[in-house]
């Protein structure tokens, strides 16, 4: 989505840059704070609004109040509907880094079939049908930054879950959730348990064993693109942690990458050998 003041519209919108519709521009104010030791970053967003007929529309569910966020360091590109006057969202750890942009604005739910709002420019001559998700009104940009936080660890992102349909020794994937689940059998499932409790060389070869290859399964799902993925938490602090290490989710090399992203726990298990 990209939104100029230069853009136009087949229907009245209502911006502080626009004639379109007079005298009731929508304005905002917008907090943001760090909230836990995750570095979770809290958005709140307090909307101001002269203009009883689009107020009508957002009490009566046609319409709605939000922010559309961008995140160039992350990826992220998001349209997230708040309450209004006054509303916030939570973003997962690292979906926001760096230089931040958000646009306040009110879009439709559903189809308006005769739109003419009061105070429309004399050139809308006639109430007009307007289809759900087109803008009714807009705020100018606000940009922050976001200070590189540390990172959560990886590990947070993955949940081991048990799956007695599996040959023991074996595991899969799955990357549909907030969290991405690793899947074993009952004995696996564990051996796992009490190996993710230790040091040394035990968690080493885990990490090595466990979840380098199911890195691999992600950076080669990702290589296609992160739009199927962008409603599931995990995919920006994932996606934070290539950007911090290097790594291009569009050409990764698997093997190399997850051995960056793990921070080359097969070095850590080398290093354990020749102590012993």
């Known amino acids: 989505m990209k939104i100029s003041e230069s853009t136009t519209y087949p229907h009245p919108v209502l911006t502080p840059w626009s004639d379109d519709i007079a005298a009731a521009p929508l304005s905002s104010s917008i907090l943001t704070q760090v909230v836990d030791d995750r570095q979770r970053i809290k958005v709140t967003c307090e909307a101001s609004l002269d203009h009883a007929g689009i107020l009508d529309l957002i009490s009566e569910g046609k319409a709605t109040f939000g922010i559309y966020v961008r995140c160039q360091e992350t990826g992220l590109r998001e349209l997230r509907d708040l309450e209004f006057p006054l509303g916030s969202h939570t973003f997962a750890p690292g979906a926001l880094l760096g230089r931040v942009q958000l646009r306040p604005m009110i879009w439709t739910r559903e189809i308006l079939a005769a739109y003419l709002p009061n105070g429309a420019h004399s050139e809308y001559t006639e109430p007009m049908s307007v289809g759900a998700g087109q803008f009714l009104a807009l705020d100018v940009e606000h940009v922050f930054d976001v200070s590189h936080p540390s990172l959560p660890p990886i590990e947070s992102i993955f949940e081991v879950k048990e ?31 009490q190996l993710r409790d230790t040091n040394g060389a035990a968690r080493a070869a885990l990490m090595s ?42 050409n990764p090399s698997l093997l190399n990458d997850a051995q960056r992203l793990l921070g080359n726990p097969f070095a850590d298990l080398s290093f354990i050998i020749s102590e012993g």
């Open 163 to 193: 799956n007695p349909n599996l040959a023991e020794g074996e595991f899969m994937v799955d990357t549909g959730a907030d969290r991405i689940a690793i899947r074993m059998a009952s004995q696996t499932f564990q051996l796992v348990q």
């Open 209 to 250: 064993a466990l979840y380098a290859p199911a890195i691999m399964e992600i950076l080669d799902q990702l290589r296609e693109g992160t739009e199927d993925f962008e409603r599931f938490r995990w995919l920006h602090p994932f996606r934070a942690r290539c950007t911090s290490v290097g790594v291009d989710l569009d």
